[in-house]
Structures are given as C-alpha cells and as structure tokens.
C-alpha cells in the first residue's frame, strides 16, 4: 500500500511538471496578410514573429515558451471580427493587432468578451482607446496628435497658400484628415477642396481634376499608401506638381513604387526612426539578415511583445488582466523603439511625431528621411 501512495504521488507529481514544462502562452497576430495593405500586415507579422522567436531562445516568459498564430483580416472589419473569435476559440491570451483602426476597435470588442489583452502597433484613431477598456492598447501615437502636428506645419510652412484635403473615408483616413483640417482652419486658414475618395478606387481623375481647378499648392491626403500612391501618380500625369502630405499610412517604400518618380518632394508624419534607435541595432540586423527591411511598424509590432513579457514577469502572472493592470501602473518598459509608459487608457504617454520628407537616397531609391 505504501509503495502504490509513492507511486501515486510520484506520477501525479511529474505529471504537473511535465505540464509545466509544455505550457505553452498563446499569442495572435492579426493584420492585413493580403490586399492593398499586406506590406503592413507583413510588418506586423514579422515584428511579432522575431520577438517571440527571441524571447523563446531567451527562456519564454515566467519560464513557459510563446507560440503564435496569424490571422488575415485583409484590411475589414468583418474579417477582423471572424480573426478575433477564431482566436477566442483557439485560446489565444495576447493579439498584436491589428493594422486599421476601423478593423482593431470591432475586434477588441471580442477580445474583451473573452479575457484576451491587444496591443495595436498601428492604430492610431482617438477612438480606439477613447473606449474606456481595459484591454486595448498601442504603441504608436494617435491621430489627434499626428493631425495636429501635420496642421501646425501647414500653418508654419504653407501659411498663405492654398491647401486640399482628400481622404479615404475610413475611419484613419477621414479621421486624420479631419484633425490636420481642423488645426488649419483653427489657425485662420481655409481648405480650398475636402473631398473623400474610395479606398479601393483605381481612376481618380475626377478627384484630380478638382485639385487642379482649386491650383492647390498642398494635397493633404488622410489615407493609406496604396491608394495614396495612385493619386500621386494621376495627379503627376494630369500635370499637377503641388507636393503630398500623408500621415504613418504611407510608411512603406511600396508608396513611392506605386506613386512613381512623382513621390519624390512628399511630405509624411512618423514617430522618430526606431531603427535608428540603438536599442533596436541588433533586431534590425536580424531582420536584414533574412532580407526584410523592419520598416514603420515592424519593431512596433517587435516592442508590444516586449512589453507583454516585461509586465507579465512584474505582474508575475501571464493573466491577461493582471498584465493589463501592470501595462496602466506606470511602469516603465524598455524597447527596441525606445522607452514607454501608459497612461490609463492604454496610451502611451509621449509624442511620436516628426516630419519627414520623400526624397532619394544615395543609391537613388526614393524613400523617407526625417527632416532636420
């Protein structure tokens, strides 16, 4: 009898470390995979993958290893609802995600009914955070700042000159636009054309044809890069030669190959470089070793895993809302795009905006560099 109770409790006890063993954190990542917006998509993917791959070789997270799964929500929100419950169901505890504003706020919805913590690298509409819930946060800035910063640099640089503004009627776009409109209107300067356009439009001629009867000296264009590079191109071969300004939607070298030689001179609003942050030289040396240059969100997507880990390990739980209440605390995170606080609605509490311009580098390729 007594060895069969030593038994018992032998196996019993390797049974619980065996399953401690294979404890396994499950993340998602959710973005647009395909479509006209798959080069942020990939942006997410590889920053989630990477930092997972590296916090794994590191030992995981409270001693249990990270697995990751993706979900395609090809830039809707519908399809950004079916990721989330396909998530939910999967087990999933922590999303890095999504890309779109108009897609992250219906799938944080879902995330909340079911425990999971999000943590968008891209979104930056007011609203996604303006929600009061405890799950939801980012790592980039929001709108309200981006627009402002863009509207105070018309109003510096183009004081006195005639500005347009054309947006994708999403909810980013339209939302951006609005902001940087409205800071130019509140410093006495009035759009001479505000006009929405369909994302998934090909001939913008019509569009065109109203810049260029307005003799707009800037375009400034709420929406993302694919769209964005098309109307640079069209307004290029209509003869329109006033410059662009966009926002942290056009962030990918893929703008200015659809847009063409006509990018050049355009004018965009992004954090500060991380790549060129010295906490992200050896990550970004990784990402070039396989051919993938880490731009715009990538290490975004990279630094909300960090934080998830940093968190996770104070907080000494992987519970979802015990990490969330941690991310809120005023605890202080070190990433490979710099340092990071929140504030209590899942913002992070410095600006990330600077201007940039389009221009070519020294191999001739044109691509974004910060202004001095």
Known sequence: MTKRIAFAITLATSLVVAGAASAQIKFGVGGPITGGSAAFGAQLKNGAEQAIADINAAGGILGQKLTISQGDDRADPKEGVSVANKFAADGVKFVIGHFNSG?????????QENGI??????S???KVTDRGMWNIFRTCGR????????GEYILKKFAGKKIAVIHDKTTYGQGLADVARATINK??????????VNKDDKDFSAVVSKV???????????GLHDTGGLLVRQMRDQGVRAPLMGGDGITDDEFASIAGPGAEGTLMTYGPDPRKRPQAKDVVAKFRAKNFEPQAYTLYSYAAVQIIKQAAEAAKSVDPKKVADMMRSGMKFSTVIGDITYDKKGDITRLDYVMYVWKKNAQGKITYEELE
Do not use: R
């Open 103 to 111: 897609v992250s706020m219906p799938a944080s919805e879902v995330y």
């Open 143 to 150: 709108d309200d700042q981006q627009g402002t910063v863009a």
């Open 187 to 196: 410093g006495g300067l009035k759009e001479v054309l505000y006009e929405g």
């Open 117 to 122: 913590l999000q943590i968008t690298p891209a």
């Open 212 to 222: 260029k009867a307005s003799g707009a000296d800037l375009i400034y264009w709420g």
């Open 124 to 126: 930056t509409n007011p």
